[in-house]
């Protein structure tokens, strides 16, 4: 069978999945069988104090696609700092909606909000079939607007799943600090071992980083890539200086931003880099 036919083949299957799932996450209502739902999302991204983005998802008939443009608008013509695009498979859009679980997206609201001078705007258009939806929120919270969080949570994860260069990546974990995702820090890997740090650090997440840095090994080599990490408080200098301690075999990639506190906390310029190449290298 040529690979054509075996495509062909997979089509159907494709649709109906996209049915059953939106007729999952957009209604009560089930999925009619054999019919798939069209399906399209249009998120304007508005932040405060860096670049604003749009993200549209299409998936019907035979798109299934994301799209990503993030633009300077401070300036007459806004300027395009990063756009792309990529094909949805389904197991993507298996995770996309999964995510969106039961949340009545056709039947969300603006609701009224108090705005802030340091938040996100967010303006949503959805559509399935003839059925169209358009409402807005601001900076939403997991506890006070979870419908509205879910939505980001889906959306931005399947961007991150599907735009992965270090840009994109960056822009993404710069664009999480207005939401609700939690501590800045992840584990990457394990062998290595390898930990990212992004965004700021505030009072507010004493007791998640001190319970991060404290799960970090003492035993192996460990690399701690700081290259979007803005800053944080002071007070957050002892933690870290304990983990100097316990761990002398760590290698930071630093930014010019997290330059000057690693310099601050004393650590050695022979375990300091710039790039993460260098720093895989220094761990082998």
Same mark, same amino acid.
């Given at each position: 069978?040529?690979?054509?036919?075996?495509?062909?083949?997979?089509?159907?299957?494709?649709?109906?999945?996209?049915?059953?799932?939106?007729?999952?996450?957009?209604?009560?209502?089930?999925?009619?069988?054999?019919?798939?739902?069209?399906?399209?999302?249009?998120?304007?991204?508005?932040?405060?104090?860096?670049?604003?983005?749009?993200?549209?998802?299409?998936?019907?008939?035979?798109?299934?696609?994301?799209?990503?443009?993030?633009?300077?608008?401070?300036?007459?013509?806004?300027?395009?700092?990063?756009?792309?695009?990529?094909?949805?498979?389904?197991? %993507? &859009? #298996?995770? !996309?909606?999964?995510? $969106?679980? @039961?949340?009545?997206? *056709?039947?969300?609201?603006? +609701?009224?909000?108090?705005?802030?001078?340091?938040?996100?705007?967010?303006?949503?258009?959805?559509?399935?079939?003839?059925?169209?939806?358009?409402?807005?929120?601001?900076?939403?919270?997991?506890?006070?607007?979870?419908?509205?969080?879910?939505?980001?949570?889906?959306?931005?994860?399947?961007?991150?799943?599907?735009?992965?260069?270090?840009?994109?990546?960056?822009?993404?974990?710069?664009?999480?600090?207005?939401?609700?995702?939690?501590?800045?820090?992840?584990?990457?890997?394990?062998?290595?071992?390898?930990?990212?740090?992004?965004?700021?650090?505030?009072?507010?997440?004493?007791? %998640? &980083? #001190?319970? !991060?840095?404290?799960? $970090?090994? @003492?035993?192996?080599? *460990?690399?701690?890539?700081? +290259?979007?990490?803005?800053?944080?408080?002071?007070?957050?200098?002892?933690?870290?200086?304990?983990?100097?301690?316990?761990?002398?075999?760590?290698?930071?990639?630093?930014?010019?931003?997290?330059?000057?506190?690693?310099?601050?906390?004393?650590?050695?310029?022979?375990?300091?880099?710039?790039?993460?190449?260098?720093?895989?290298?220094?761990?082998?």
């Amino acid at each position: 069978m040529s690979h054509y036919l075996i495509a062909a083949s997979r089509r159907p299957s494709v649709l109906l999945l996209i049915g059953f799932l939106l007729g999952t996450a957009c209604s009560s209502e089930p999925a009619q069988h054999g019919k798939p739902y069209q399906f399209r999302y249009r998120g304007e991204y508005y932040p405060s104090f860096m670049p604003p983005c749009v993200i549209s998802i299409v998936a019907h008939d035979s798109t299934q696609r994301i799209t990503l443009r993030a633009y300077d608008d401070r300036r007459a013509t806004p300027v395009t700092i990063v756009q792309d695009s990529a094909h949805l498979s389904s197991a %993507d &859009l #298996t995770f !996309f909606f999964s995510e $969106l679980d @039961s949340i009545p997206v *056709l039947k969300m609201r603006t +609701r009224e909000q108090q705005l802030g001078t340091d938040g996100i705007t967010v303006y949503n258009t959805i559509s399935r079939d003839s059925v169209q939806n358009k409402f807005r929120f601001w900076s939403p919270r997991k506890n006070s607007s979870p419908q509205e969080h879910k939505l980001v949570e889906a959306v931005l994860g399947l961007a991150r799943r599907k735009f992965t260069t270090q840009q994109e990546q960056e822009y993404f974990e710069s664009l999480e600090q207005y939401f609700d995702f939690g501590l800045p820090c992840k584990i990457v890997s394990t062998n290595p071992f390898e930990v990212r740090m992004y965004g700021s650090l505030s009072s507010d997440e004493e007791k %998640d &980083l #001190t319970r !991060f840095v404290q799960q $970090l090994p @003492s035993n192996q080599p *460990l690399l701690i890539d700081m +290259r979007n990490f803005k800053g944080m408080g002071t007070m957050f200098y002892p933690l870290f200086r304990r983990l100097l301690a316990r761990n002398p075999r760590i290698v930071w990639v630093a930014s010019e931003q997290s330059l000057a506190q690693l310099q601050e906390l004393g650590v050695p310029a022979t375990s300091i880099t710039t790039t993460i190449a260098d720093a895989r290298a220094r761990l082998r």
